[in-house]
Nanobody, 124 residues
Framework: HVQLVESGGGSVQAGGSLRLSCAASGYTVSSYCVGWFRQAPGKEREGVAAIDSDGRTTYANSVKGRFTIARDDGVNAIYLQMNGLQLPDTAVYYC???????????????????WGQGTQVTVS
């Protein structure tokens, strides 16, 4: 039974930092592509960052240079370090896992098999 549980969200002032965690169970994070998505009110869920099974990372242009995705195989978890937070970063953040396969797009939500429940990030 695959489960993803996010934590670390909260309220922060513009320019501040937060670190989101995604604890995984029922599978090994290093065997999957794991991504962070976010959804703001009234907007589509969008890809923020992802790390594939080889450890390669990719980011949305809007967060490049401010956010860092990382994986800890020892505790089977994925992290998203968010620095320089801005008002448009306000959203519910989700982690998701995708089985590696040909044609997978890191930012296409339909390609992900498992999702967490989300954690709210509010920047003011």
């Amino acid at each position: 039974h695959v489960q993803l549980v996010e934590s670390g969200g909260g309220s922060v002032q513009a320019g501040g930092s937060l670190r989101l965690s995604c604890a995984a169970s029922g599978y090994t994070v290093s065997s999957y592509c794991v991504g962070w998505f976010r959804q703001a009110p009234g907007k589509e869920r969008e890809g923020v960052a992802a790390i594939d099974s080889d450890g390669r990372t990719t980011y949305a242009n809007s967060v490049k240079g401010r956010f860092t995705i990382a994986r800890d195989d020892g505790v089977n978890a994925i992290y998203l370090q968010m620095n320089g937070l801005q008002l448009p970063d306000t959203a519910v953040y989700y982690c998701a896992a995708a089985t590696p396969r040909a044609g997978l797009r890191w930012d296409r939500r339909e390609d992900y098999d498992y999702w967490g429940q989300g954690t709210q990030v509010t920047v003011s």
